[in-house]
């Protein structure tokens, strides 16, 4: 699925066009070139494809010039109720620290177009915010929406001060960023990419008012179902993807991953094997689907193994077998005769 394709509710494209027209702008100008039917705004069980969220918001910032504040403005009307069973499950974490993890896993669910991954150093816990695939013009209005919305979702679950010690930012949004933070006593510095948040792991463990485990473990399931409905990858599972796709020719290994992810490869294993899956396996799909696509063209397994970085066919070849439990040439070969049904569909 290319970049953007995937689906988010509309009720994130409402509240952009609500503060876009208490600023002025009409439908007309919030909604050209989306595709979005105004029609649709009403459907409170409204999806939009991620690409037409963000072509809204480029109108809206663009038309009002993108003036700090503007995405916190934004930000503050949004609910974590308005995530449906994103939001029940968070509520229903036992804890602050449960309510974190699912909110990284499940990030997809909420207003952000950004990644995330978590980790922990003594008592510290990290995460990890990655937006550096958003478009650079929309940048610091996504990260004002997405740090107010976090805010907000903390004082509906929380209680006295957030256990966030600090906040790390890249691409000089720090200004943009300290109005939202520092009035709650949270430090906000200058960093590196990807963004960092740094949580008291102490503070972490309060209980939730709400909480419930069972009822938290059913949301949970099918959080994982609406994110695959929508045509996300999960969490760690779906940062390893990426990795793995941009080392193409370089063949990384799992240590380099996961040092890619600010994680330990224990860290990297464990949270792959919570999301069902593993290294291998992700290695499996993300590759196999590749060469098989490749092959598919019609080009020869000489060809494939060369694109893919391989040092030849014989060594690619036992890569391949391992993934699909052919050899790339008979699987050319059978594709030739029978083409699978989906792969136009890639």
């Known amino acids: 699925m290319?970049?953007?394709?995937?689906?988010?509710?509309?009720?994130?494209?409402?509240?952009?066009?609500?503060?876009?027209?208490?600023h002025g702008l009409g439908p007309a100008d919030l909604l050209r070139g989306t595709g979005?039917?105004?029609?649709?705004?009403?459907?409170?069980?409204?999806?939009?494809?991620?690409?037409?969220?963000?072509?809204?918001?480029?109108?809206?910032?663009?038309?009002?010039?993108?003036?700090?504040g503007l995405?916190?403005?934004?930000?503050?009307?949004n609910r974590l109720t308005m995530h449906g069973v994103y939001g029940l499950a968070v509520l229903s974490s036992p804890t602050l620290r449960a309510a974190l993890s699912l909110a990284v896993r499940y990030i997809g669910l909420t207003t952000s177009f950004s990644r995330a991954w978590q980790a922990t150093d003594g008592a510290e816990?990290?995460?990890?915010?990655?937006?550096?695939?958003?478009?650079?013009?929309?940048?610091?209005?996504?990260?004002?929406?997405?740090?107010?919305?976090?805010?907000?979702?903390?004082a509906m679950i929380g209680e006295g001060p957030p256990p966030l010690l600090r906040i790390e930012v890249a691409g000089g949004l720090c200004s943009r960023l300290r109005p939202i933070f520092e009035p709650q006593g949270v430090a906000c510095v200058p960093g590196s990419d990807p963004h960092l948040l740094v949580?008291?792991?102490a503070g972490l463990?309060?209980?939730?008012?709400?909480?419930?485990?069972?009822?938290?473990?059913?949301?949970?399931?099918?959080?994982?179902?609406?994110?695959?409905?929508?045509?996300?990858?999960?969490?760690?599972?779906?940062?390893?993807?990426?990795?793995?796709?941009r080392r193409l020719h370089g063949r990384v290994s799992q240590e380099d991953v996961a040092a890619g992810l600010h994680m330990s490869l224990r860290t990297m294993r464990r949270r792959l094997a919570e999301e069902g899956t593993s290294y291998r396996q992700l290695c499996a799909e993300t590759y196999g689907s590749?060469?098989?696509?490749?092959?598919s063209t019609g080009l020869t397994v000489e060809d494939v193994a060369f694109r893919m970085g391989y040092a030849g066919a014989p060594s690619f070849s036992n890569a391949f077998k391992q993934w699909?439990?052919?050899?790339?040439?008979?699987?050319?070969?059978?594709?030739?005769?029978?083409?699978?049904?989906?792969?136009?569909?890639?």
Request: proline residues 6%.
């Open 324 to 346: 699909r439990g052919v050899s790339p040439g008979r699987f050319a070969r059978t594709f030739a005769v029978h083409p699978p049904q989906h792969t136009a569909a890639r």
């Open 2 to 22: 290319a970049q953007w394709e995937w689906r988010r509710s509309v009720l994130n494209s409402v509240v952009v066009a609500e503060v876009g027209e208490e």
């Open 36 to 68: 979005i039917d105004k029609q649709l705004l009403a459907d409170p069980a409204g999806e939009v494809a991620a690409a037409q969220e963000l072509t809204l918001i480029r109108n809206l910032v663009t038309r009002l010039g993108d003036p700090p």
């Open 71 to 77: 995405g916190i403005e934004v930000g503050l009307r």
């Open 205 to 245: 463990e309060r209980p939730l008012p709400l909480s419930s485990p069972l009822t938290a473990q059913l949301f949970d399931r099918e959080c994982a179902e609406l994110l695959e409905r929508r045509g996300l990858h999960r969490g760690v599972a779906g940062a390893v993807r990426e990795v793995l796709m």
């Open 199 to 201: 949580f008291d792991g």
């Open 125 to 154: 816990v990290l995460v990890f915010y990655d937006d550096t695939d958003v478009p650079a013009d929309l940048r610091g209005f996504l990260m004002e929406r997405d740090a107010t919305g976090l805010m907000v979702d903390y």
């Open 290 to 295: 590749l060469a098989e696509d490749l092959l």
